[in-house]
């Protein structure tokens, strides 16, 4: 093997090793992400079943004329 192909290869090695590096931190970002898009979601969701439950909760008295 000589010189260029050593370069060459160590010059590929550099390359991959610099884009496993950013691949690895974009999937660290889009991890923390999508932790926070759950944590929303399961609060939107929360918020819901409240909503829900309070309408249930409610009698035909209660409950406005449609004219309202």
């Known amino acids: 093997m000589d010189q260029e192909t ?3 290869i160590q ?4 390359f991959l090793e610099r884009a496993n590096s950013e691949l690895g931190e974009v999937v ?5 992400e999508i932790q926070s898009l759950t944590a929303r979601i399961r609060d ?3 918020r819901l079943e409240a ?3 309070a309408l249930e909760e409610r009698s035909a008295e209660e ?3 449609p004219h309202y």
């Open 11 to 14: 010059t590929r090695i550099a």
């Open 6 to 8: 050593l370069e060459q």
């Open 28 to 32: 660290f970002q889009q991890q923390k």
């Open 63 to 65: 409950e406005r004329p």
């Open 51 to 53: 909503a829900h439950s």
């Open 44 to 46: 939107v969701l929360q």
